[in-house]
């Protein structure tokens, strides 16, 4: 490296071989993603960071006397691993548009046009016409150069089309994904086709590469984080279709002995049965959070019911002054109710709850806390409590749809505390 144009090439080659490794890394290692989608984006970077490597390569060996079979060799592989991707896209732009890119004209066409071109790289080993490597390892385009790189212009101008015609098929996403990795690399190629720039070639394959890759993988992301709301929402669906039968069956009950003994008092209960039910049944329909004082009232419904049944055994205690927030459906009546069914002992001391609400500084959280027997620590756990089907369900839920999480702790004088953190 003799000068500040040598260290400034190898800086960029070096940096853009980093990249396509990362791009690597993440396609391996990220879940949830289309096979064939992976294995292109495999290939794809695996082929520009080989391309990358033949680049470093020729910077080393390009000012070295006596290496003009190794600045041949490497400049093969330039020009080779350049190409490659070009055809690929060509079939992934088929496969992503739901045709089938074998028997598909375009990809036909793709074909033979890289056929084309391979073949003139072929020839430009024995030839110098296309280029040549003089001993003293320097590289010179032929008269008939253009000729090499147009066949690949022309395939990157018949993909922009491809993807232009099909712009209706494609996710609007997609579509931009595209644009920004056709553009970029038909500008550099046609630069070098008339002008000696393979750094500008060489950055605008990385780049258009990487930028279609990102936007594809966001929006890859974007539709799992939605599956993944989806099954929340219909694991949610299911845990209110699966309401405690002896909880119905004892509100039913307590109503029909109140028509008679206090006839007020049962169309309270009424009221209070039918607001838990309703609230049961809009979380069904609801797919986004919801107010909590939406939830606190479904709460108290549900607690007002209970007390019918345990009259003294229950006690519940309110301090929610703050309401102004929003938790994903079915969050607080799902604890309390565990409260009850774990805590709950008709021949001991009564139960009381306690539900506090507080702002903090990076949200909101939700205090519920029991004096009841608690759970039971999970074996080889030390402090860990063993895991609970609805609340593992609302832990998910939570960090899913509002960056929070919940925990749950044992308390000092007996019973347990759980805590929800909602984050803004």
Known sequence: MNNWLDLLALGLVSAMLTLTAIGLSITIILPGRERWSRRFFMSLFATVMLCMLSALVDLFVWRTPNMVTAE??????????????????????????????????????????????????????????????????????????????GSMVILLILNLAGVIQRRNSLPKKYYRAFLTHLLPMTAAFIAHTFFFVPMVVFVGVVFSTLSMFTIIIYDQIDQYMRQQREISHQRASIMVLQMRPHFIYNAMMSIYYLCTQDPQ????????????????????????????????????????????????????????PHKEFRVPPLTLQPIVENSIKHGMDPESTPLCISIRTRETPTGSEIIVEDNGSGFAPADGQGQGYK???????????????CNGELTIQPRAEGGTVVRVSINR
């Open 265 to 320: 008092k049962a169309q309270q209960v009424t009221l209070d049965f039918t607001t838990y039910l309703r609230r049961n049944f809009t979380a069904i329909a609801s797919e986004n959070t919801v107010p909590f004082a939406d939830e606190l009232e479904h709460t108290r419904a549900y607690l007002a019911i209970e007390q019918v049944q345990f009259v003294d055994g229950l006690l519940v205690e309110f301090d929610t």
């Open 72 to 149: 041949k060799v490497a400049i093969f592989f330039e020009y080779l691993l350049l190409s490659i991707p070009i055809p690929m896209f060509t079939a992934y732009l088929l496969h992503t548009c739901g045709e089938e890119w074998q028997r598909s004209r375009l990809f036909r066409t793709a074909i033979a046009l890289w056929v084309f071109y391979f073949v003139l790289l072929g020839i430009a080993q024995f030839t110098t016409f296309l280029y040549y490597i003089t001993p003293d390892n320097q590289f010179h385009r032929g008269s008939w150069h253009p000729l090499l790189l």
């Open 387 to 401: 895991p609970h089907i609805a609340l593992e369900n609302i832990r998910e839920r939570i960090k899913m749809m």
